[in-house]
């Protein structure tokens, strides 16, 4: 599931690679760099809306009873705070993707909505082995985008040192001075306190 944004977005800060080293074993297919867990391929998926979406694959398979629910997971923002938010493993997908629009364009609404049922099934399955205590946790809606606001924020922190490491200065956001004729980068002087 290729997304870097969408996945990377996904993760919880635990459960994301600390290190290169991490990477996954060679036999393993690949999934792009900063979004393996030892070798997992995460996403968080709304509990009620999969929940939904395994009801109506075994009463009927419509799409047009399924695409609601999809399109919970295409939006995950809009899911209530107290909501309960899964991990699932996109490898069990059987296939990366660019996003979840890629699949369903690939995979029809129930085919991706069947990936999704795989992914979980496949993450709960632990093929990896990991450890209990060290695997992803279901979290709250809120929890999740408490969780991205912070990766957000990590991020645009690691790109500025990024930016220094390769010795430019980091990008600022200046403000026009308008027409009246003055460099925009020198700081607005400060007007004397009367009483």
Not at 5 to 10: D, T
Not at 16 to 31: F, G, H, I, L, Y
Not at 97 to 116: K, P, R, T
Not at 125 to 134: L, M, Q, S, V, W
């Amino acid at each position: 599931f290729g997304s870097r944004k969408s996945l990377r977005r996904s993760l919880p800060p635990t459960s994301r690679p600390s290190s290169p080293d991490r990477a996954m074993a060679a036999d393993e297919p690949t999934v792009e760099e900063g979004l393996e867990v030892e070798g997992l391929d995460l996403y968080y998926v709304p509990q009620k809306a999969l929940e939904g979406i395994k009801e109506k694959l075994s009463n009927g398979r419509k799409d047009e009873d399924i695409k609601p629910l999809l399109d919970k997971f295409m939006d995950p923002e809009s899911v209530p705070d107290e909501e309960t938010m899964l991990p699932v493993d996109m490898r069990g997908a059987g296939k990366e993707f660019e996003s979840i629009e890629d699949m369903v364009d690939q995979l029809g609404v129930v085919g991706a909505a069947e990936a999704f049922v795989k992914a979980r099934e496949y993450f709960e399955a632990n093929k990896n082995g990991e450890p209990e205590d060290e695997r992803a946790k279901p979290m709250t809606a809120g929890e999740w985008k408490k969780a991205l606001a912070e990766d957000e924020e990590e991020e645009l922190m690691e790109g500025e040192e990024e930016e220094l490491a390769q010795g430019e200065e980091p990008e600022e956001e200046v403000e026009d001075a308008g027409d009246d004729g003055e460099d925009a980068e020198e700081p607005v002087a400060k007007k004397a306190k009367t009483d």
